[in-house]
C-alpha cells in the first residue's frame, strides 16, 4: 500500500530551526515534494529532490534519502509568515502524487 | 504567464442536489489536469487526473465524475451530493508528458454540504 506519515503538529519559536520530517513507502518512486500551503489557500511549491542528499534554497533546505524512505524539510530564521501546514508528497512512476496529510507549524514570538 | 482559475470559491449546497466546479488554465498547451478533494486536517486526496482532451483516470471510485470537454478546461461534477461530499476543492495543472513537474494549484473551492 502506499503511506505517507508526518507529524500532525509541531511549534517552534520566531527565528529558531524547525525540521519536519517524512517517511514513504510507495509502490514507485521519481521523486517528492514539499509543499507548503497557509490556512484556507492553495499549496505552493517548496521543493523537489530526486537524488539523495540535501538541497538549499534560501531559507528552506530539503534532504532525501530514498534507501531509508526519509525527507525532511529544515526551516531556519523562523519567521511569523512561516506558520502554515507543510505537505509532503511522492511523485510515484507515473503522473500521480501521493500526499501526506501535513504538518501544522505554529511559530510563536 | 501561466494562470489557473477556480469558481465558485465558496459553495453551500444541500444533501442530494447536484455539482459542477469549473477549473480553467491560461498560458499554456495539453496541461496534465488534477482534481484534489482535501478534507478538514488531511492530505490531498487524488480525485480525478486527465493527460488530455477527453481523456480522464479516476483514482476513487464514487459518485463524483469528472470532464475535459477544451484542452485547458477541467470540471467537476456530481448527480447527487453526499455529506461526504464536504471539503476543499483544489484543480492543479502541470506540465505537459509523465515526469516530474511542479503541479500548480488553483484557489480552491470550499464546499459545504447540508
Known amino acids: 500500500g502506499q503511506n505517507i506519515d508526518q507529524p500532525t503538529e509541531m511549534t517552534a519559536t520566531e527565528g529558531a530551526i524547525v525540521q519536519i520530517n517524512c517517511t514513504y513507502q510507495?509502490?514507485?518512486?521519481?521523486?517528492l515534494f514539499w509543499y507548503q500551503q497557509h490556512a484556507g489557500e492553495a499549496p505552493t511549491f517548496l521543493s523537489y529532490?530526486?537524488l539523495d542528499g540535501l538541497e538549499e534554497k534560501g531559507r528552506f533546505s530539503s534532504f532525501l534519502s530514498r534507501s531509508k524512505g526519509y525527507s525532511y524539510l529544515l526551516l531556519k530564521e523562523l519567521q511569523m509568515k512561516d506558520s502554515a501546514s507543510y505537505l509532503c508528497?511522492?511523485?510515484?512512476?507515473?503522473?500521480?502524487?501521493?500526499w501526506g496529510a501535513g504538518t501544522k507549524l505554529i511559530i510563536k514570538p | 504567464s501561466q494562470t489557473i482559475h477556480q469558481w465558485p470559491a465558496t459553495l453551500v449546497q444541500p444533501v442530494g442536489s447536484p455539482l459542477s466546479l469549473e477549473c480553467t488554465v491560461e498560458?499554456?498547451?495539453?496541461?496534465?489536469l488534477y482534481w484534489y478533494r482535501q478534507a478538514a486536517g488531511r492530505g490531498l486526496q487524488l480525485l480525478f487526473y486527465?493527460?488530455?482532451?477527453?481523456?480522464i483516470s479516476s483514482e476513487v471510485p464514487q459518485n463524483l465524475s469528472a470532464s475535459r470537454p477544451q484542452d485547458r478546461q477541467f470540471i467537476l461534477s456530481s448527480k447527487k451530493l453526499l455529506l461526504s461530499d464536504s471539503g476543499f476543492y483544489l484543480c492543479?495543472?502541470?506540465?505537459?508528458?509523465?515526469?516530474?513537474?511542479?503541479?500548480?494549484f488553483g484557489p480552491g473551492t470550499r464546499l459545504t454540504v447540508l
Open positions: 492543479a495543472w502541470s506540465e505537459e508528458g509523465a515526469g516530474s513537474y511542479e503541479q500548480f
Open positions: 498560458g499554456t498547451s495539453n496541461p496534465n
Open positions: 486527465s493527460v488530455g482532451i477527453g481523456q
Open positions: 510507495t509502490s514507485g518512486f521519481n521523486g
Open positions: 529532490n530526486v
Open positions: 508528497a511522492v511523485e510515484r512512476s507515473n503522473y500521480q502524487l501521493i
